[in-house]
């Protein structure tokens, strides 16, 4: 992959910061530990899980041991995170009786995947053998894991927010904002603006193609369909300034103004349409550009299919959208490779 700055200027901010830590090239490091303390206990204070034996949920977040940091490096997040947790749970089963149980997760850390993390249960001391202890290790342990799969991927988006944005002459360069409608506003001056993108299309009819691509990214659909709408994601993976109004008919600009917008169709975590277009275009002209988001078991496929394309445009179209799109999103958020 090239270098940011280097390749199709189209696909680069125009305006450049120029300080010191462009694109936070140097290292720099925030400390996400008394966030994940916090996040961590919400997550697995949440866990319950029941059956027709009775019921079974966490009670208390006992010890929660470790740290958590994300490094920036020449763009790139790096993530570091090592916990020790022991949780308390307690059981209530049909008849009545009540349990009390523990539950030991030694190995939090990145450099184990989802999988590999021990999750150990079992009854406090003294406690009579009891069915829920099974529905506790079956049942409650996917939960727990669930919630700690929660844990890693709000990580690398909510709290990273922000990390990477360029900044001119140490201080943040700000995107040109768009008015911002209110809905009604915009419903009604949707007329208004189809017949006047109806009327800068006359002229000469250009030539257009199709382009279709295909990638497999290492997280949930949802997840996924948030880092395209996200303003502060989009930024992130942009390595520049945006402006993303995330609803039908919003508008959307990134890449210093290189490219701009608007949402036809936003279905979460299955699919977004939108009318899109490099400002280099004939004045008027916009592609339709439709994102499929597919779930395969813990990774999503992403269908893109393009669709009015300036004929001399395809290959440069296909190469930045995987590579500053699909490639960028990879790098950013650590979408293309499992975690070890």
């Known amino acids: 992959m090239a270098k940011w700055g280097e390749g199709d200027p189209r696909w680069i901010v125009e305006q450049r910061a120029d300080a010191t830590n462009v694109n936070n090239w140097h290292w720099t490091e925030r400390d996400a530990s008394n966030w994940s303390t916090e996040k961590l206990k919400v997550l697995l204070l949440s866990v319950r899980a029941e059956n027709e034996e009775g019921s079974c949920e966490v009670s208390e977040v006992s010890k929660l041991d470790g740290e958590a940091s994300i490094n920036n490096r020449k763009g790139k997040l790096i993530f570091f995170y090592e916990w020790n947790i022991k949780l308390a749970w307690t059981g209530v089963a049909t008849?009545?009786?009540?349990?009390?149980?523990?539950?030991?997760?030694?190995?939090?850390?990145?450099?184990?995947?989802?999988?590999?993390?021990?999750?150990?249960?079992?009854?406090?001391?003294?406690?009579?053998?009891?069915?829920?202890?099974?529905?506790?290790?079956?049942?409650?342990?996917?939960?727990?894991?669930?919630?700690?799969?929660?844990?890693?991927?709000?990580?690398?988006?909510?709290?990273?927010?922000?990390?990477?944005?360029?900044?001119?002459?140490?201080?943040?360069?700000?995107?040109?904002?768009?008015?911002?409608?209110?809905?009604?506003?915009?419903?009604?001056?949707?007329?208004?603006?189809?017949?006047?993108?109806?009327?800068?299309?006359?002229?000469?009819?250009?030539?257009?193609?199709?382009?279709?691509?295909?990638?497999?990214?290492?997280?949930?659909?949802d997840e996924l369909y948030r880092v395209f709408i996200t303003?502060?994601?989009?930024?992130?993976?942009?390595?520049?300034?945006?402006?993303?109004?995330?609803?039908k008919g919003g508008r959307f600009q990134l890449l210093g103004g290189s490219v701009t917008g608007e949402f036809t169709e936003l279905v979460p975590e299955k699919q977004?349409?939108?009318?899109?277009?490099?400002?280099?275009?004939?004045?008027?002209?916009?592609?339709?550009i439709h994102l499929t988001f597919n779930d395969q078991a813990g990774e999503t496929e992403v269908c893109l299919e393009g669709k009015g394309i300036p004929a001399n445009e395809e290959e440069r179209t296909r190469e930045g959208w995987q590579r500053y799109y699909f490639e960028s999103i990879k790098q950013t958020f650590g979408y293309g490779a499992r975690l070890l």
């Open 231 to 247: 303003q502060e994601l989009v930024q992130a993976f942009t390595h520049s300034p945006a402006v993303m109004e995330a609803d």
């Open 95 to 221: 008849t009545g009786v009540k349990n009390k149980g523990h539950v030991e997760i030694p190995n939090l850390s990145d450099e184990n995947d989802i999988d590999d993390i021990e999750i150990s249960v079992s009854l406090a001391k003294d406690e009579p053998d009891t069915n829920l202890l099974a529905l506790m290790k079956t049942e409650g342990v996917k939960k727990i894991a669930s919630a700690l799969e929660t844990y890693i991927s709000t990580l690398k988006t909510e709290f990273t927010q922000g990390m990477i944005l360029p900044t001119v002459n140490g201080e943040q360069s700000e995107p040109t904002p768009l008015p911002v409608h209110k809905p009604e506003e915009r419903k009604a001056s949707e007329p208004a603006t189809s017949n006047a993108l109806k009327s800068k299309s006359v002229g000469v009819k250009i030539p257009t193609c199709k382009i279709h691509l295909k990638d497999v990214f290492l997280t949930s659909p």
């Open 272 to 288: 977004i349409g939108m009318k899109w277009r490099f400002k280099s275009w004939p004045e008027g002209h916009f592609a339709t």
